[in-house]
């Protein structure tokens, strides 16, 4: 509502200015204007929910790096303890062969 007034407004303080006596020129010139300020309008909020979505899905994204950092890790910790065990237990069974 707003906008149309504003839009409106503006229309009425160029309107002397260019000069148009024909008052479906300046109808017309006022629908085609309100009409684009729609258009962007809409377009301006299809873009700005664009945004926002694409920031919760990249803070959703980051929380589920940083699960998948903190899992990797854990096996990474899992893998050496295991590799250590392995290696004890080859040092053993060499050990057991010597004697």
Partial sequence: MRI??????LVLVFAPIANAKDVSVQQAAYNNALQKLEKTE???KADAQAVADTEKLIEKKKKQLA????KAELSWKNY???????????????KAWKE
């Fill in 42 to 44: 809409a377009e301006s």
């Fill in 80 to 94: 050496l303890d295991a590799k250590e065990k392995v290696d004890q237990t080859q040092t053993a069974l060499d």
């Fill in 4 to 9: 149309k007034f504003i839009v409106a407004l």
């Fill in 67 to 70: 699960d998948e950092q903190k």
